[in-house]
């Protein structure tokens, strides 16, 4: 009896075995089902000079958008020395327009009154030596000593010297200020301007703004600090691009390519998906990350696929788990744009093939369900 019994059980197990393998359906290998992580770029946002922190205006998780002032250092002394330089700005424009305007014609007038009396002074410098000559020749030396007559000699001399200098100076009066002289006050105008606008650049970047859309992550920095460019004040995550970083082991990597057409699931968008693209693909092999779960060994080489991912909504976070199913393409065959569960042309009406069945079968339950439902793995509107 129970020989009877093994043998009936051993061959109600054959035939079940029998009718599964024969009735089983064949693996879809028309999709292609990656697993990897969301990862986004993230912005150590810190202050270029080295001042106390007067204001941090947003705290973790404010959405901020670009050019946005996300805080503000304390700048009273780099504009009281903007004011010190804008002073001696003024007095160099001052200085060269004075140069430019040249000499005045009241100093020329007064340089030439100058002049005339230094001629008269010489004039009145040779008189006398004539005169003391003169007497000196009727007395036959007796009235006029001989250390008078050098006296006279000398001032004369000196007269001449100084009616010469004012005749010079008239000269340069009459010619105006060297075009060296107009040179070196525009450079040294030029010099006062540019440490105007370097003091003024710096007390601009006294104002922390957002280089792009994000999010901040961190808040680093309070009120109060010593602000530095080695200290981030923020760290803020940029909401676009968007990709999910996965691999593709040596058998799947001929069948991918660059802009081909994604669909991505995450756990908390059910069976939606959001449409995607492949955007990068690594030209060198490497082990498996530990991170990566896949149904191949983890000594397998791999390579990175990087999906970039359209999230108008903002769904995705960095480091969320997703599931990237891109259409099988061939060497040389064009991109397709088919949906999960479809292998580039439309099921009939209300019927699952057993191939899509089959494939779901080794699927997340979300992404299974969108394979397995016509129509439920539209990728997300804008």
């Known amino acids: 009896m129970k ?13 079940v075995a029998g009718l599964w393998m024969w009735l089983r ?10 697993y990897g992580n969301v990862d986004i770029r993230q912005v150590a946002l810190a202050f270029e000079g080295s001042e106390r ?43 060269l327009a004075r140069l430019r305007n040249g000499t005045r014609p009241e100093e020329v007038e007064q340089s030439k009154a100058q002049a005339g009396a230094a001629e008269a002074q010489a004039e009145l410098a040779a008189q006398q030596l004539r005169r003391l000559r003169g007497v000196a020749a009727d007395t036959n030396g007796r009235g006029v000593s001989k ?39 525009q450079a040294n105008l030029r010099a006062a301007d540019a440490q105007a606008a370097l003091l003024q650049h710096q007390i601009d970047l006294g104002q922390l703004k957002a280089p792009r859309d994000g999010v901040v992550r961190a808040r680093l920095l309070e009120p109060g600090d010593m602000a530095s460019p080695q200290r981030p004040v923020y760290t803020l995550a940029l909401t676009d691009p968007k990709w999910v970083r996965a691999y593709v082991n040596g058998a799947q990597l001929g069948f991918v390519r660059g802009g081909m057409h994604a669909d991505v699931f995450t756990d908390s968008g059910g069976t939606r ?17 530990k991170s990566v779960q896949t149904e191949e060994l983890r000594t397998d080489l791999v390579y990175e696929v990087r999906v970039l991912v359209d999230d108008p909504r ?20 064009p991109g397709t744009t088919g949906t999960p569960g479809t292998a580039g042309a439309p ?16 699927l997340p339950a979300n992404v299974a369900a969108a394979a397995a439902t016509p129509g439920a793995a539209q990728p997300a509107q804008r």
Not at 317 to 325: E, F, K, N, Q, Y
Not at 356 to 361: E, G, K, N, P, T
């Open 147 to 185: 250390q008078d007559i050098d006296n006279a000699v000398a001032q004369l001399r000196v007269a001449q010297a100084n009616l010469e200098d004012r005749r010079k100076s008239l000269k340069l009066a009459q010619i105006g200020p060297r075009q060296e002289d107009i040179a070196q006050a």
């Open 3 to 15: 020989k009877t019994i093994v043998v009936g059980v051993i061959l109600v197990a054959a035939i």
């Open 273 to 289: 998906a959001l449409p995607g693209r492949v955007g990068y693909i690594s030209s060198v092999a490497e082990f498996t990350p």
């Open 53 to 95: 922190v007067r204001e941090v205006r947003v705290e973790e998780g404010d959405k901020v958008k670009a050019g946005q002032v996300l805080a503000v250092l304390d700048t009273r002394t780099l504009t009281l020395q903007l004011a010190q330089v804008r002073a001696q700005t003024e007095a160099q424009q001052e200085a």
């Open 347 to 362: 099921a009939a009406s209300g019927a699952v093939s057993t191939q899509s069945m089959a494939a779901a079968s080794a």
């Open 25 to 34: 359906p064949t693996p879809d290998d028309s999709r292609i089902t990656l």
């Open 314 to 333: 903002d769904e995705l976070r960095l480091g969320m788990p997703a599931t990237v199913v891109l259409q099988r393409q061939a060497d040389g065959a």
